[in-house]
């Protein structure tokens, strides 16, 4: 999708592994979001970041921490990974006229 | 917490049907979106309808908007085979900041 680079896309750790899912927007835009999607879950958040250098805790945060260090990149970083985290990570980022939410094409993440 | 749910779970026709699809929530909002996911890919922004607007088409779809009963309908007329794919309605969360949160979505399969 345009505008939202995730990487890496595929990604299988062992419990207790590190990893960092890197997400970068080319449109300028304030609001970034990280959703997980589960079967039969829907999206659900994780965090966002309003602006450069601010971060917030969304519905499941847990295990998890972000990173927004200048407008382009938000980073989502698992410190020890655990086989509940296995899922699809999607980054996304919000135009501020629209409201329209730009997606990337997800991060297929496997925890063994 | 979700503040969307979109009904049907599941949803199959054939192709040069219509299909619909309805959302409901919970709290008030200012809009609603509606995107769409296809398999092993990231949600794309389909149509947004603010809570002043009864009613929206783009193309094939038509999207309404009832704020009294807190439920909005999607519907693509002369549906396609590649109109296969899971639907998604996405509303604002209560509170001050923007977050968009989405429903568990509608799996509709358009059989040729």
């Known amino acids: 999708n345009a505008g939202v680079t995730q990487t890496p896309k595929f990604q299988v750790l062992k419990t207790g592994q590190s990893m960092t899912l890197q997400c970068a927007q080319d449109?300028?835009?304030?609001?970034m979001y990280w959703y997980r999607q589960d079967p039969g879950m829907g999206l659900r958040l994780i965090y966002y970041s309003a602006s450069e250098g601010t971060t917030d805790k969304g519905e499941v945060p847990n295990g998890y921490n972000v990173s927004r260090l200048n407008k382009r990149e938000f980073s989502l970083r698992l410190e020890s990974a655990a086989p509940s985290q296995t899922s699809v990570y999607f980054c996304a980022m919000r135009t501020e006229n629209t409201g329209e939410l730009f997606f990337g094409e997800g991060s297929r993440l496997t925890v063994l | 917490s979700q503040q969307g749910e979109e009904d049907p779970q599941a949803l199959s026709i054939q192709e040069g049907e219509n299909a619909t699809m309805n959302c409901s929530y919970k709290?008030?909002?200012?809009?609603l979106q509606w995107y769409r996911q296809n398999s092993g890919r990231g949600l794309v922004h389909l149509i947004l309808i603010r809570s002043n607007e009864r009613e929206k088409h783009s193309g094939r779809l038509r999207v309404t908007l009832d704020t009294s009963k807190k439920s909005s309908s999607l519907l693509i007329t002369a549906s396609r085979a590649a109109d296969t794919a899971s639907y998604f309605c996405a509303t604002p969360s209560s509170g001050g900041s923007y977050i968009p949160t989405f429903g568990r979505g509608t799996s509709l399969i358009v059989h040729p």
């Open positions: 709290t008030s909002i200012n809009n």
């Open positions: 449109m300028n835009h304030n609001s």
